[in-house]
């Protein structure tokens, strides 16, 4: 059964960095590209980057790119969002979307 499952999130203060991951199985995970999405209470969910199943062609919103990095492991069928100076705008819950699989996403707070 394909799963997607995303973990790292959770309350960090401004200024903070956070590095969230997805696993992904059941999927042939290197032939399939991937997706990082945020909801923010009361917002649509967003894109916020993407990556193709090489991990040679990547794309991040021009809103987070100075601070949101995805890489991926194929090995591992394992995509990261490295997020570095959180801020506040920052909070909701992020999804990982892995060919037409979704996970249950990851919480992120950002407060003081």
Avoid at 25 to 45: C, H, I, M, N, V
Wanted: hydrophobic share 30%; with cysteine.
């Amino acid at each position: 059964q394909a799963q997607v499952v995303e973990s790292g999130g959770g309350l960090v203060q401004p200024g903070g960095s956070l590095r969230l991951s997805c696993v992904a199985s059941g999927f042939t995970f290197d032939t399939l590209g991937l997706g990082w999405y945020r909801q923010a209470p009361g917002k649509e969910r967003e894109l916020l980057a993407t990556m193709n199943r090489s991990g040679g062609d990547t794309y991040t919103s021009d809103s987070v790119r100075e601070r949101f990095t995805v890489s991926r492991d194929n090995p591992k069928s394992t995509t990261y969002l490295q997020i570095k100076d959180l801020k506040p705008e920052d909070t909701g819950v992020y999804y990982c979307g892995v060919g037409l699989g979704w996970g249950q996403g990851t919480q992120v707070t950002v407060s003081s």
